[in-house]
């Protein structure tokens, strides 16, 4: 089999677009060609975490190898889509995508908005979200359920607080002065559930679904003071 030569092109992403598609190509690598979307969640994860360790370890080499794997599955899956009935978008159509929400985010930047802060920013981010997708009316909405489960509770906690479900200047359980308090706590309290046989992650998985169930509530109780019939949240069922 002859070689395949390596793609010319304008820049160095272009050229891994290209490989990319050449490899999924007839006559390209077979592996890469059985793949979906589904077959890749597992690598993207895999990914993400190895970026997360990069960024965690400060290491430069490390993150521009953990990135450019991340960043190689957002194009292998731009490419399946690209060559797949019913879906056919490219990578291309992703950037355009982002670039239009990213502009629509920021009209302080981009418009006449005046936001002089981060604090100010963050203030109004949900305004614009909620403005982007009209069709999210719970605060749960667009919230994935298959986040790590401390970074879902800290997110759902947040929503808690915004609907006054929880209040948002009530002292802290437990004073921790910094991470370098907290992450040895949390161990312990994990090392304590594993010596009496109990689950960690379950029991807060468990806890979070009934936080879940008390801020669907709040928002269904608040819709029918307002005269509103509140639907299901799109995370429910």
């Known amino acids: ?16 677009v290209a490989v990319t598609a050449l490899l999924r190509a007839p006559g390209g690598c077979p592996w890469d ?36 794997d991340v960043l190689y599955q957002v194009i292998f899956h731009a490419d399946i889509a690209a060559n797949t009935p019913g879906e056919r978008f490219d990578i291309n159509d992703v950037a355009a995508h982002m670039t239009q929400k990213m502009v629509g985010r920021h009209p302080h930047v981009f418009g006449d ?27 749960l909405d667009g919230i994935p359920l298959g986040m790590p489960s401390l970074a879902l509770a800290d997110k759902l906690i947040g929503k808690a607080q915004k609907i006054g479900v929880l209040e948002t200047d009530a002292p802290a359980a437990i004073p921790v002065a910094s991470e370098d308090e907290l992450g040895p706590l949390l161990l312990a309290i994990v090392a304590s559930a594993r010596a009496q046989g ?12 009934g936080l879940r169930a ?15 019939v509140a639907r299901p949240s799109e995370n429910d069922g």
């Open 1 to 16: 089999m002859p070689e395949t030569p390596i793609p010319d092109a304008a820049t160095e992403l272009d050229r891994l």
């Open 198 to 209: 109990l689950d960690a992650e379950r029991a807060l998985r468990t806890t979070l679904r």
């Open 33 to 68: 060609a059985e793949q979906t979307h589904a077959s890749l969640v597992q690598y993207l994860v895999e990914e993400s975490h190895e970026l997360i360790e990069a960024i965690e370890s400060g290491s430069r080499e490390e993150m521009i190898e953990e990135l450019g």
């Open 214 to 228: 008390e801020i669907t509530e709040a928002e269904a109780l608040a819709a029918a003071d307002a005269g509103i």
């Open 113 to 139: 908005l005046d936001l002089a802060t981060a604090g100010d920013v963050e203030n109004a981010w949900d305004a614009f979200k909620a403005e982007e997708k009209p069709e999210r009316t719970s605060v």
